[in-house]
């Protein structure tokens, strides 16, 4: 399993040739946005965020917006170390609290109401859906490269999954008459 650094050099050390990747289809942008998002995805969004970590503290007094994730969620579990399933929770995750913050502060006019923000995302999703693809792989490419690293993409089932030692599967309890 790779420490926080070997992680963060990874991603700097990546992020570029990800973003490379792209120019033939989306030129420079796409240059730009499959870059930047591996960047963000590694040393911002990493799957590590389930515990105090180097991606947790550069979000510095934001980091307390984690600490729920963090408690909700065990190190390497499921819903954090999956492919696929810990970015997308990860990103909705944040998505819940931006949602719950315009609900907050919009009474207040800082900021708009939840339907004009969704508004605005749609439109964006419309415009930009290449460029906005290319930031989603680039966000899960860089939590897979995490996964590489620790050793294993596939995280431990949770307890009630797991097969336990010397239980057949498909079959219930042993009886004594029928042990032998």
């Known amino acids: 399993m790779a420490n ?9 050390l990546l992020c570029l040739p990800f973003g490379l990747l792209w120019w033939p289809w ?18 911002w969004l990493s799957p590590d965020l389930d515990t105090r970590s180097n991606p947790t503290q550069r979000w510095g007094p934001l980091a307390l917006l984690w600490l729920p994730y963090r408690r909700l969620l065990r190190h390497r579990s499921l819903l954090s170390h ?15 609290i931006a949602l719950a913050l315009s609900l907050v ?9 939840p339907q004009r923000l969704l508004a605005l995302a749609l439109a964006l999703w ?22 590489i690293q620790d050793g294993d993409p ?11 030692p010397g239980r057949r599967p498909g079959r219930g309890r042993r009886s004594s008459r029928n042990a032998g």
């Not at 926080?4 to 700097?12: I, L, V």
């Open 4 to 12: 926080g650094r070997a992680h963060d050099r990874a991603t700097w």
């Open 26 to 43: 989306l030129g420079p942008a796409g240059f730009g946005s499959g870059a930047a998002a591996f960047l963000l995805g590694g040393l």
């Open 82 to 96: 999956s492919p696929g399933l810990g970015t997308a929770g990860r990103l909705a995750y944040l998505a819940a």
């Open 105 to 113: 502060l919009q009474p207040l006019g800082i900021i708009p109401p």
């Open 126 to 147: 419309s415009q930009q859906r290449p460029l906005l693809l290319a930031a989603l792989v680039g966000v899960e490419a860089s939590s897979w490269l995490h996964l």
């Open 154 to 164: 596939m995280p431990r089932l949770p307890r009630l999954l797991r097969r336990r």
